[in-house]
């Protein structure tokens, strides 16, 4: 089956058809022609599929036209309500987060719950994903410290909505147990020396869990990577919101360093091989944050590579798990800065 058919098939994002159809979109996007936008009369939509999640959320590109020109939009159909994700992004944005800030976010403009569908603009620029693999070491360097900067800011001053997320119950539970365990039993099938490595990082991340550092809780963006951080002129943008939470700030912190060093492994042939950048991010928001921001680091930076590794298995991508779970137990094992 056609991807185009299985989207139009999803019967968990019941109101996608309807979104990926121009003309029934059109009719539903008419409330830009009014107060605070006024665009003028809309005369057409073209609609493109971006990234499709079966079953749970499918992110589209809009181009919208009226007579007083084309406006470039993203949408997000989700598989429930998501108006929680509008109106957190409303409340990140009014909280310093504008389209003039510094620090920034995609702006929202609507939610139309009939849709499920999130309207919000579209941010041009390279992501810093690209420029950490593709850049030289100055371009890396100010990178780097450009998302360090707005994870500090955004973990200083944004809004705590969300549900808050406690990886010590996250780790105790049942559920959790039952399912990383199915996930070592799986590895198991393929390599016994990649199954250990997978339990002992399993061991080693619930033993750990029961003894984290109390720290306050901060907004999370929830997936913070460089992936999703657009360093345009005279903004550092972030986006995908889908996840936010509060969290203890490492968490975040965490996220983008393992999943920088999965960056360097995968495009640059080295988990080694972004050590100076990821080290610039660190140092940077060590120097810009809140002292107790990074005391539970180790744990979540090798909490962060354990699921990587996961994404690796899931993809046959097993050198690569292998290496990512190597990276977790020595992250989790070094002597805490």
């Not at 919000?120 to 890396?140: C, L, N, P, W, Y």
């Not at 393992?258 to 991010?281: H, K, N, P, Q, Y």
Request: hydrophobic share 40%; glycine share 6%; aromatic share 8%.
């Amino acid at each position: 089956m056609s991807e185009s058919l299985l989207l139009l098939a999803d019967l968990s994002l019941p109101t996608l058809s309807e979104v990926l159809d121009p003309i029934a979109l059109a009719k539903h996007l008419r409330l830009f022609s009014l107060p605070p936008w006024n665009w003028g009369t809309i005369e057409g939509v073209q609609v493109r599929v971006l990234k499709y999640h079966a079953g749970k959320r499918c992110t589209l590109e809009i181009s919208l036209r009226s007579d007083n020109g084309w406006h470039a939009l993203i949408g997000k159909v989700y598989d429930t309500d998501r108006d929680d994700v509008f109106q957190a992004m409303e409340r990140v944005r009014l909280a310093g987060f504008g389209p003039e800030d510094e620090f920034s976010i995609p702006q929202p403009l609507a939610y139309l719950p009939s849709l499920r569908l999130i309207v919000q603009e579209k941010v041009e620029g390279s992501r810093a994903k690209e420029i950490f693999t593709t850049g030289d070491e100055q371009s890396r360097a100010e990178v780097a410290e450009r998302c360090a900067r707005w994870l500090a800011r955004f973990h200083a001053v944004a809004p705590k909505v969300g549900a808050i997320l406690d990886l010590r119950e996250y780790f105790n539970s049942e559920s959790m147990s039952e399912s990383l365990r199915r996930c070592v039993h799986s590895l198991a099938e393929s390599s016994e020396r990649v199954a250990d490595k997978a339990a002992r990082l399993l061991e080693g991340l619930e033993d750990a869990a029961s003894s984290l550092s109390p720290v306050e809780m901060r907004a999370g963006h929830g997936s913070y990577s460089a992936a999703h951080v657009i360093p345009a002129k005279g903004h550092t943008i972030v986006i995908d919101w889908d996840g936010y939470d509060l969290a203890d700030p490492a968490r975040d912190v965490g996220r983008f360093l393992a999943a920088l060093r999965d960056v360097s492994l995968r495009r640059l042939g080295s988990i080694r091989a972004l050590d100076a950048t990821a080290e610039i991010f660190l140092s940077t928001y060590r120097d810009a944050g809140q002292p107790e921001a990074t005391r539970n680091l180790r744990f979540y930076e090798a909490a962060a590579s354990l699921n990587l590794a996961k994404h690796s298995f899931f993809h046959a991508r097993f050198e690569e798990m292998e290496t990512t779970l190597d990276e977790g137990l020595r992250v989790l094992e070094q002597e805490a800065v």
